[in-house]
């Protein structure tokens, strides 16, 4: 179950912000094929735009996917 964030930016204490996910590559291979293995979440304050990074798990289907289409 997703709930809200309780975000407070720690630079300007803004509470509204923006959320979503990246990919990056994590090795050698990896930016070889073009594998984004590495799965990262992000917290970014509308106000200031301090971002906060957060690994999040990556799965293999998700990883395949990737190698296909990048």
Known sequence: MNQPLRF??????????????IRATGGIFSKIFDVQNKKFSYVS??????????????????????????
Not at 45 to 70: H, I, M, P, Q, W
């Open 45 to 70: 304050c509308d106000r200031c735009t301090y971002t906060e990074f957060y690994k999040s798990k990556s799965s293999a289907l998700g990883n395949v996917f990737d190698f296909f289409t990048g």
């Open 8 to 21: 407070s930016c720690p630079k300007c204490s803004n509470v509204t912000y923006n959320k979503g996910e």
